[in-house]
């Protein structure tokens, strides 16, 4: 589950930790009310864009990064980042643009199992938790208003 604001985005999703002796063909099945699952919720600071989306896990092999190591399942941190670099140059039509401004903004990116979440933002927090999605989501709104 994603919400943003206009400076923050806070993304929530349940853990995929592996039990003892599990046998690889059993299947839990959780949804954005499941409790008791550990789940997380990490908030970006300072965003300057996002994207969640495709592509998905089947599709990943078609996203520009593959070949630098992007997998699903994970999340990255991409060094020189061509997005960022693409912002600062439409940027350089406003009147106070100074190239250092983008420097500390960093690009992350998380691949899930149906879609991707990218974010250009310049740092973030987590809390790892063990609530419904819906009630990380509540804890985001409460913190947020």
Do not use: C, Q
């Not at 599990?22 to 864009?49: C, L, Y």
């Not at 061509?82 to 600062?88: I, T, V």
């Amino acid at each position: 589950m994603v919400f943003a604001t206009e400076n923050d985005l806070h993304v929530t999703y349940y853990l995929n930790l592996v039990e003892d002796g599990w046998d690889g063909k059993t299947v839990r099945v959780v949804g954005p009310s499941s409790d008791g699952e550990p789940s997380i919720i990490i908030t970006f600071h300072g965003v300057t864009a996002h994207y969640f989306g495709a592509p998905n896990d089947e599709a990943i092999h078609g996203h520009p990064l593959y070949g630098a190591g992007l997998r699903p399942y994970s999340y990255f941190e991409v060094r020189d980042s061509s997005w960022r670099a693409e912002l600062e140059k439409m940027n350089r039509v406003h009147p106070h643009h100074k190239k250092e401004h983008f420097s500390d903004i960093r690009h992350f990116i998380f691949t899930f199992h149906d879609t991707t979440l990218e974010v250009l933002a310049r740092s973030y927090s987590s809390e790892v938790t063990n609530l419904p999605l819906v009630e990380n989501v509540e804890r985001v709104l409460k913190k947020t208003t």
